[in-house]
């Protein structure tokens, strides 16, 4: 119950513009993130709608006790969310007694504007848009399980499995309890848009990463082979660093760093309940790392995924629709950290390959940023050509940005997100 209670002072602060749902989210100090996440969006979404619902059903005035916000987000789950399954609360069993009316006024709103589904009862700018028809891509954790066994599993729940994908478009088509394996990574299952897994039992046993298939291909392809040593420069919240590990086979050696100790502390509970044993948490800015530390004089693999403005993230799509490129100001704030992190990681004396990774959409942190990087070391790294058969492409804005991925909802059906494969150039014998 705990979970409807958080969502709706996270709503209140959201509305009395205490701050954004992310920062009031991950500030609230709740343990399952992207349930409150996606609970406080989707009732933000809907909010017009509910109101409509409330107040047509008299809740307000038949339940003196009932707070407003916390009234939106139970009509929520209960008519369109997840349906209250198993809850037995105090609110619960108070929204129960009203079902029936609630139901039959979202019935009255929906003949009333001449819709029959849910989501036609929404503003147009507030439709789901591609963001929303993004299939959930679930990570097999090789650390644990494999993929054969989850999908058994999986199709012992009543789960149709049709096999590995074979274009985008099967992807795309995919409805109810169907899944698929992806076309491109092998331990990648594929589900329709909106399967909530979060209380699957192979989830919280760590068996299973909820992971967007775009941020799998940084680990998948700076592909450190076991036994490597590999630097995960800005690592929380972690899943990444999961993907690191389950390619090395925990053996080799992490070291993994990030600034913010809340997030660090998420992180050592994600990567205990993945089964990660070859990691090294420090609570330290990647800059004040040494390059000429003993520590690190093996490292020939690092995963740089720096702080950005997140404006390919599907949750900011979906919690400010149509909001616009961030401000100049902090895009070339964040652009100069991103190429001093990106400049300093290519000095580590074994590097061999690296990848830069952002979930943004803004050219000024993606292709400038690399293309700044190589003007600074010239001769010394080069982009690597890599996945040629994938459709999205680096901005034309340098001569080799074309080696560069980009990824969308529209062209790739994931996240907004951007990666490059720095190598180090060979100098001939």
């Known amino acids: 119950m705990a979970v409807y209670g958080v969502a709706a002072a996270v709503l209140a602060g959201v509305e009395s513009r205490q701050g954004s749902i992310k920062g009031l989210v991950y500030a609230s100090g709740f343990q399952n993130v992207k349930q409150l996440y996606a609970l406080v969006c989707e009732t933000q979404r809907y909010s017009a709608v509910l109101d409509a619902v409330i107040a047509g059903a008299g809740l307000l005035s038949a339940e003196k006790k009932l707070r407003p916000h916390l009234a939106k987000v139970l009509v929520y789950d209960l008519l369109l969310g997840r349906g209250f399954r198993g809850g037995r609360g105090r609110w619960q069993r108070l929204l129960h007694r009203h079902q029936a009316r609630l139901k039959a006024e979202l019935a009255r709103l929906k003949v009333h504007r001449g819709v029959s589904r849910n989501e036609d009862l929404l503003e147009v700018g507030s439709r789901p848009g591609p963001a929303t028809q993004v299939p959930r891509f679930v990570r097999v954790n090789t650390l644990k399980t494999c993929s054969d066994d989850a999908i058994d599993y999986f199709k012992r729940q009543g789960f149709s499995y049709q096999g590995r994908a074979s274009s985008l478009e099967d992807l795309r088509a995919l409805k109810g309890k169907c899944f698929l394996l992806d076309l491109l990574l092998p331990e990648l ?68 760093f990030d600034l913010d100790a809340k997030r660090l502390a998420s992180m050592a509970t994600l990567l205990a309940r993945a089964g990660v044993s070859c990691c090294e948490l ?18 020939q693999y690092i995963l740089l995924d720096p702080s950005c403005s997140g404006s390919g993230m599907l949750s900011r799509q979906l919690e400010e629709p149509g909001a616009g490129t961030p401000s100049k100001e902090r895009l070339h704030a964040l652009a100069g950290f991103q190429q001093r992190a990106l400049c300093h990681a290519l000095t580590f004396p074994s590097l061999q390959r690296l990848v830069y990774s952002t979930c943004s959409l803004c050219q000024e942190e993606n292709e400038d940023v690399v293309q700044g990087a190589l003007q600074q070391s010239p001769g010394t790294f080069r982009l690597a050509p890599v996945l040629p058969c994938w459709p999205h492409r680096g901005l034309s804005t340098f001569p080799g940005a074309e080696h560069c991925l980009r990824a969308s909802p529209e062209t790739t059906l994931t996240g907004g997100f951007f990666v490059a494969v720095l190598e180090r150039v060979e100098v001939p014998g």
């Open 189 to 256: 299952l594929v589900f329709p848009a909106q399967t909530d897994l979060h209380e699957h039992p192979l989830y919280q046993a760590g068996h299973l990463i909820l992971q967007d298939k775009a941020s799998c291909l940084p680990a998948m392809l700076l592909a450190p082979p076991p036994g490597s040593h590999v630097i995960d420069a800005c690592a929380a919240p972690g899943n990444k660093t999961s993907h690191l590990a389950a390619l090395l086979k925990n053996q080799g050696k992490i070291f993994a």
């Open 282 to 299: 420090a609570e330290e800015d990647f800059l004040a790392v040494s390059p000429s530390d003993q520590r690190y004089c093996q490292v």
